[in-house]
Nanobody, 117 residues
């Protein structure tokens, strides 16, 4: 079993910055893929950013140039969010494809990000 713990959400003014963190723990042999999704009220969950085990990143058009995803060797993925806009307001979810016995997708509990003046 893999457990994900997210942190770093909160309330920020437009133009501000936040850094989200997600730590994966458990009987992990390897992590193939890490990503941040977000879900705004009344909308479907969407991919914000992802990073492969080889460090290849992918961003939604709406966040490219403002958000940066990164990961470290301790099974932690980060999302640095700069120049935040009200439309970035959402619950942000960490997603990890990890191998314990077989590859599986795991989700965090979500962290609220609110951008408002």
């Amino acid at each position: 079993q893999v457990h994900l713990v997210e942190s770093g959400g909160g309330l920020v003014q437009p133009g501000g910055s936040l850094r989200l963190s997600c730590v994966a723990s458990g009987s992990i042999l390897s992590i193939n893929h890490m990503a941040w999704y977000r879900q705004a009220p009344g909308k479907e969950r969407e991919l914000a950013a992802s990073i492969t085990s080889g460090g290849i990143t992918n961003y939604a058009d709406s966040v490219r140039g403002r958000f940066t995803i990164s990961r470290d060797v301790k099974n932690t993925v980060y999302l640095q969010m700069n120049d935040l806009k009200p439309e970035d307001t959402a619950v942000y979810y960490c997603n990890v494809v990890a191998v314990t016995t077989i590859p599986r997708s795991y989700w965090g509990q979500g962290t609220q990000v609110t951008v408002s003046s």
